[in-house]
T-cell receptor, first 114, second 115 residues
Framework: GENVEQHPSTLSVQEGDSAVIKCTYSDSASNYFPWYKQELGKGPQLIIDIRSNVGEKKDQRIAVTLNKTAKHFSLHITETQPEDSAVYFCAALHSGGGADGLTFGKGTHLIIQP | EAGVTQFPSHSVIEKGQTVTLRCDPISGHDNLYWYRRVMGKEIKFLLHFVKESKQDESGMPNNRFLAERTGGTYSTLKVQPAELEDSGVYFC?????????????FGEGSWLTVV
């Protein structure tokens, strides 16, 4: 089955700096890679996703890059703000494959220092 | 438009008791998923409904867990009898009909504590 590794487990950055979270996956058939943000006491909220036919996607201060050859994808947050503090999860899915569930990484606790 | 809603938000039960969690997906979403996160671990897939049919239940940990989605609308997840290791947060998620992009929306979770 799919295995997703996520690093780092904790990331502390100064407000205004950039943050990068990296994930690797094992199943070359995976073709959908979402990123979720989870704030304390709340459920995961989709912030950006990328499909395997695209190498990069950007939405304002958030971008995701995908390297299919190396089987890794990354989340980039620029000009970080205090409200970006949360736990971020990457996930992978083989859409159309036999398994229907997202495989998640273990999460990154992002701390924005004022 | 209402998001995925889950009930109860928090539950504390004794070992051996039964708990039933409910999920109302986003209106019109055929796909409904259950996930859970136990302390310190990653979020793990439990099962997937397409309308009222179980499409994939490969993630269900054992036969103490029973999920239903009668009528293809809301779903319930029953844990009977509950064990200490069942403590964690149970997330429900939904997405539109397959082929619509796979964007999966999560509820806020049902936080279960078994004592």
């Amino acid at each position: 089955g799919e295995n997703v590794e996520q690093h780092p487990s904790t990331l502390s950055v100064q407000e205004g700096d950039s943050a990068v979270i990296k994930c690797t996956y094992s199943d070359s058939a995976s073709n959908y890679f979402p990123w979720y943000k989870q704030e304390l006491g709340k459920g995961p909220q989709l912030i950006i996703d990328i499909r395997s036919n695209v190498g990069e996607k950007k939405d304002q201060r958030i971008a995701v890059t995908l390297n299919k050859t190396a089987k890794h994808f990354s989340l980039h947050i620029t000009e970080t703000q205090p409200e970006d503090s949360a736990v971020y999860f990457c996930a992978a899915l083989h859409s159309g494959g036999g398994a229907d569930g997202l495989t998640f990484g273990k999460g990154t606790h992002l701390i924005i220092q004022p | 438009e209402a998001g995925v809603t889950q009930f109860p938000s928090h539950s504390v039960i004794e070992k051996g008791q039964t708990v039933t969690l409910r999920c109302d997906p986003i209106s019109g979403h055929d796909n409904l998923y259950w996930y859970r996160r136990v302390m310190g671990k990653e979020i793990k897939f439990l099962l997937h409904f397409v309308k009222e049919s179980k499409q994939d239940e490969s993630g269900m940990p054992n036969n103490r867990f029973l999920a239903e989605r009668t009528g293809g609308t809301y779903s319930t997840l029953k844990v009977q009898p509950a064990e200490l290791e069942d403590s964690g947060v149970y997330f429900c998620a939904s997405s539109p009909r397959q082929g619509s992009g796979n964007t999966i929306y999560f509820g806020e979770g049902s936080w279960l504590t078994v004592v």
